[in-house]
């Protein structure tokens, strides 16, 4: 688990999901390479910050890490944190994660732009009912 507080993990995650936006936002048709690169890189980080924060949520509520990282939303859902949609877009999103880490060749230049401003309205929304279940 970071070291970091879950202050700065919460802020770390707005940070992220600003310049995912941003980034989307600049775009200019397909991107380049680079560009590909970062956007994958942000979504990456999103999504494992939310799975950061949910895992601190739980064991401040004190239920124990779960076995598999797609299982935080759903224990999140059935403590009230998450909505069940919400526990549903985080656990396709973190199946997403495991993909851009493993590098299984699913995104392109052509689709990584719409896969990541899809992941990012569900990152923003989920961010804010972490972020208000937070402990202090």
Do not use: H
């Given at each position: 688990m970071p070291r970091e507080s879950n202050l700065e993990l919460a802020t770390k995650l707005r940070e992220v999901l600003a310049d995912l936006e941003s980034a989307l936002g600049n775009l200019k048709g397909v991107p380049s390479s680079i560009e590909e690169a970062a956007l994958e890189r942000w979504l990456q980080l999103g999504i494992q910050l939310s799975m950061d924060?949910?895992?601190?949520?739980?064991?401040?509520r004190g239920v124990d890490e779960p076995?598999?990282?797609?299982?935080?939303?759903?224990?999140?859902?059935?403590?009230?944190?998450l909505t069940k949609q919400q526990?549903?877009?985080?656990?396709?999103l973190v199946s997403l994660r495991n993909q851009l880490v493993h590098d299984y060749g699913e995104f392109t230049a052509a689709t990584t732009p719409a896969l990541a401003t899809r992941a990012l309205a569900v990152l923003q929304d989920v961010a804010k009912a972490l972020t208000r279940s937070l402990p202090e």
């Open positions: 924060l949910g895992d601190r949520i739980l064991t401040s076995p598999r990282a797609r299982d935080i939303f759903d224990n999140l859902a059935s403590l009230g944190v526990s549903a877009q985080m656990v396709r």
